[in-house]
């Protein structure tokens, strides 16, 4: 079976640091641009970065110069380092990626991990 599992959010203070995984598994023949969105309580889900299979990376405005955002095309495996992070920044991170799968090519999502900034 196919799918996107993420990893590594929780609890973390304000300026504090957290690091996201986003795990592809199946049988998967390449997955292409991986991003990561955030939902926070009663917002919709935005686009927080986005990375190529070449590595080519794009952000947010309000995460530039916090977040990093990188990938393992080995591992099948997607990170997004969080650093100096705000209580705005709590929120449900999801992770996705258009893959070709023996279904052909579809977009596919993890379950999230929930990030809170709180003191």
């Known amino acids: 079976q196919v799918q996107l599992v993420e990893s590594g959010g929780g609890l973390v203070q304000p300026g504090g640091s957290l690091r996201l995984s986003c795990v592809a598994s199946?049988?998967?023949?390449?997955?292409?641009?991986m991003r990561w969105y955030q939902q926070a309580p009663g917002k919709q889900r935005e686009l927080v970065a986005s990375i190529t299979f070449d590595g080519d990376t794009d952000y947010a405005d309000s995460v530039k110069g916090r977040f990093t955002i990188s990938r393992d095309n080995a591992k099948s495996t997607m990170y997004l380092q969080m650093n100096s992070l705000k209580p705005e920044d709590t929120a449900v991170f999801y992770c996705?990626?258009?893959?070709?799968?023996?279904?052909?090519?579809?977009?596919?999502w993890g379950p999230g991990t929930p990030v809170t900034v709180s003191s």
């Open positions: 199946g049988t998967i023949f390449r997955v292409n641009t």
């Open positions: 996705t990626a258009p893959m070709f799968t023996t279904d052909g090519v579809r977009a596919y």
